[in-house]
């Protein structure tokens, strides 16, 4: 990302250029200059407060500098002299524009203006505040690891590299954003996915204009294809051993400096339905867990939907004592089934999302408010009746298995609901296609979301149907590359 | 253009053919499934020369000058007419099974709109969601087998004497195999596997229809005869749970594939006549309109198409291909001798 100050030349007098980096930064506070003399020549030392390690500074920078001595040396002289025969830290670049040397100073690094030199030098010495690695909070495991991603990129990067150690693993690192300059790496295994598919990453986040970048949501948008799609073709995890595995299945992840998610390309249906414990408990579990999700799908999406197009238009379909069951508790109800089971859902929306944005000690009243006062008032006053919020409560409950897929089940969930109340199944069946139809023309990078079952591929079914064992899946050596379709 | 695998394209044709078995009123008789049967061997030969054609792997529908026009034109015509039966279907079915809508051609609309956007999805969607249908008939079937099976009446099963209703049936079913006309546009999307694409539905073409006529023969009786649609009543009669009937759950089935075929009329109309007339704004929901206003013809007249299908079929899916054929053959002789002559000059 190249900005206007990329294209001014550092001023080699070391008073003109500092006075031009104030009026650049416009006289910010935590800027720091030190102005020293070193082997006789006028410097400055320069540094970010809050962003550099203080004990880094003085200790391995400041301290060999000032007890450097040289005779007759000039200015480019003393920097080269720095930089190739003192290690002052791993990380030591060169700038000799205000656009890099103001990346540099507010990504953390000292910089080194020396009076006469037309460049400067940096050293890596980053030290701010961080959240430390703790388990993350979305993607709960029993069984797998308890380490996540942190807003830190290249704690990140290196949460992967401890994981995957093969040379064949590339990170690039890109910069996005004219404003926030935003740090992003591009994660793939180049032994596994095709260059050409790399480039196209690539292209597509070079395309991106924004001025600032600070989640992956700003991301996904340009990694997404322009059709617009019911589910999301970007998948986003925040843990590093699920990236790991999709990374070594041949996709490509994007990481995003300042932000605990990792987006990974291409994301197939089927991985909402995956978990790493799925692969820590013996196979027939892992197949029964995997199909309990998929049956969770249809009761999060269909169930209310059913039970209003089946209570509205067909009761013929339920035996005698469910139709009493429900004649009875629908008898005393004021509004109209479909209008009572939207009315629950959005209810429910609403109570999640006050549950969400409250603060935590305030979340518990919100579960006492939402489950006693609301819940049970609502069925003894007759507002809602029992079958109905038990059928309510079995679809969301469904829903929480599959988190990936619960904004698209939120709203789909209610659609359906209102197709099945105005034209029973045959509305449902309606809604179905579009919804079926939809998810078959999602596609990322020539990546079918809707692969392996469709178009079918058999040897991706022992990690999409069933889960094998390992024994069975190291003989296969999958990659997504093999569900690429041809255009 | 997309490229198709061949159990994609297998995948659509056995939909569409099972949304014509849903659909059909004569299927009542073991005679009538022994038509079926000769009907699929005539089929088989039919398909013969499209195959002959494609083999061939420089073969091109789009270069072909006979394919000009005119013959677009009549493509197009006969997907405008395949696309309203489709919503005639519809049509009839809501007037003898239980639809929660305000009128058929309520519930025509609103399929044809549903219709318009999913064609607007583009081919490769379509396959893929052929694809899935597939799976949806599987449980379907398995879910009909498993309630017919105490229900069926081997002696249900006789079968007539008058072996003309074989002949009868066997015209009819093929006047009814619109399939063969889009599988010979289609072929053109799959490079590799077509002749096990088409082997294999025509295997499955066949078993499947005498399945669904087995169990509606067993399972209904006699009262096959005076049922509208014997799939539906079929499905009320044979319950696999403890529910009072089922039929509404092949609602499901129905509503899926009926979208499914006149998606598939829809996009392949478009297809041509963005050929014929690439500059022409809103193709899909011209095409559907046009679909429902010939349904609507159709339902108001009570013309029966039977006899038209059968010879547009015939000529679209079998004349076109052969004298395609021969054409080809013709011209690579004339090269060959031509080249020959050359030869012997030089």
């Known amino acids: ?51 550099v390690s203080t004990a880094v500074l003085t200790q391995l920078v400041i301290k060999p500098l000032m007890e450097l001595e040289l ?20 990380d030591r670049p060169i700038a000799d524009n205000y656009g890099d040397m103001f990346r540099l100073l507010n990504s953390g690094f ?102 600032s970048v600070f989640s992956t949501g700003y991301i996904k948008p340009f990694l997404e294809p322009k059709k617009k799609s019911i589910f999301s073709s970007v998948g986003m995890t925040e843990r590093p051993d699920v990236l790991c595995s999709k990374l070594t299945e041949g996709r490509v992840a994007v990481l995003i400096d300042g932000n605990p998610y990792a987006l990974y390309i291409p994301k197939l249906v089927s991985d909402n339905f995956q978990t790493l414990d799925d692969y820590n408990f013996k196979p027939y579990f892992g197949t029964f867990i995997r199909w309990l999700k998929y049956a969770a799908f249809l009761l999060a999406l269909l169930l209310p939907a059913f039970y209003v197009a089946v209570a509205v238009h067909h009761p013929e379909m339920l035996n005698s004592t469910l139709l009493l069951i429900l004649a009875d508790a629908e008898k005393n109800a004021p509004f109209s089934i479909t209008a009572e089971t939207v009315g629950v859902l959005l209810m429910y929306e609403i109570i999640k999302e006050a549950g969400i944005r409250l603060p935590k000690v305030v979340g518990g009243a919100v579960s006492i408010v939402a489950g006693i006062i609301i819940g049970d008032s609502a069925v003894k006053s007759g507002l809602i009746s029992t079958p109905l919020l038990t059928v309510a409560a079995i679809s969301v409950i469904s829903g929480f298995v599959m988190p990936g897929l619960s904004q698209s089940i939120s709203v789909l ?43 079918f591929f058999g040897k991706a079914m022992g990690d999409t149907l069933v889960r094998t064992g390992f024994r069975k899946k190291q003989e296969q050596n999958f990659t997504v590359e093999e569900l690429h379709e041809q255009n | 253009m997309s490229k198709i695998k061949g159990s994609q394209l297998f995948a659509l044709l056995i939909s569409i053919r099972i949304f014509s078995v849903i659909c059909m009123t004569d299927l009542t008789n073991a005679n009538s499934m022994a038509g079926v049967a000769v009907s699929t061997a005539v089929q088989i030969l039919a398909v013969t020369p499209m195959l002959l054609l494609y083999k061939d792997s420089s073969f091109s529908l789009k270069k072909e000058m006979l394919f000009g026009k005119f013959g677009k034109l009549l493509y197009i015509l006969f997907f405008i007419l395949w696309g309203a039966v489709s919503f005639s279907n519809l049509w009839e079915v809501t007037k003898s099974v239980y639809f929660p809508i305000e009128s058929s051609f309520t519930g025509a609309v609103i399929l044809g709109a549903v219709c318009v956007y999913t064609a607007s999805l583009g081919i490769k969607a379509l396959f893929r969601a052929s694809g899935l249908i597939v799976g949806l008939i599987g449980i379907s079937l398995i879910i009909m087998l498993v309630g017919a099976y105490p229900k069926a009446e081997l002696t249900h099963f006789i079968p007539d004497a008058d072996f003309s209703g074989i002949i009868k049936a066997a015209v009819r079913d093929f006047c009814r195999s619109g399939e063969l006309v889009m599988l010979f546009i289609l072929c053109e999307l799959v490079p590799k596997g077509k002749r096990k694409a088409v082997t294999v539905f025509f295997t499955a073409k066949l078993i499947l229809t005498e399945l669904i006529a087995a169990v509606e023969i067993t399972v209904l009786g006699k009262i096959i005869n005076i049922s509208d649609f014997p799939f539906f009543t079929a499905g009320a009669f044979s319950q696999p749970m403890s529910i009072q009937r089922a039929d509404s759950v092949y609602m499901i089935l129905f509503t899926i594939l009926c979208v499914l075929t006149a998606t598939v009329q829809i996009t392949l109309s478009t297809m041509l006549i963005n050929e014929l007339l690439p500059d022409l704004k809103y193709k899909s929901l011209i095409t559907a309109v046009l679909m429902l206003a010939v349904s609507s013809a159709l339902n108001i ?13 015939l000529i679209l899916a079998v004349a076109v291909p052969i004298i395609m054929y021969i054409r080809r053959k013709f011209h690579e002789n004339k090269k060959d001798n031509s080249s020959l002559t050359a030869v012997s000059n030089a």
């Open chain 1, 1 to 51: 990302m190249k900005t206007h100050l990329h294209t001014v030349p550092i001023i080699p007098e070391l008073e003109k250029n500092i006075s031009k980096i104030k009026e650049i930064s416009g006289g910010t506070s935590e800027l720091l200059f030190n102005e020293v003399n070193i082997s006789g020549i006028h410097c400055c030392l320069m540094c970010c407060e809050g962003l």
């Open chain 1, 71 to 90: 005779d007759s040396v000039s200015p480019k002289g003393l920097l080269e002299h720095v930089n190739s025969n003192m290690m002052l830290s791993i």
């Open chain 1, 110 to 211: 000292i910089v080194l203006a020396v009076d006469g030199a037309d460049y400067i030098l940096a050293f890596g010495a980053q030290g701010h505040e961080r959240r430390g690695i703790t388990e993350p909070s979305g993607e709960n495991n029993l069984t797998g690891s308890h380490d996540g991603f942190t807003e830190l990129i290249r704690t990140n990067m290196s949460l992967i590299r401890r994981r995957i150690k093969s040379p064949h693993y590339v990170q690039k690192l890109i910069v996005t954003g004219d404003t926030s300059q935003t740090d992003i790496c591009i994660c793939y295994m180049s032994d596994r996915v095709p260059q050409h598919l790399i480039d196209r990453i690539l292209q597509s986040i070079e395309n991106i204009k924004l001025e």
């Open chain 1, 413 to 455: 969930r209610i659609i359906f609901v209102i197709c099945g109340g105005i034209w029973g199944l045959f509305g449902m069946s309606l809604c179905a296609s579009v919804v079926l139809f939809n998810i078959c023309s999602t596609e990322d990078y020539g990546f079918p979301y809707t692969a392996p079952f469709s178009p």
């Open chain 2, 301 to 313: 007249t009570q013309f029966d198409i039977t006899v038209l299908s059968g010879i547009l079929i």
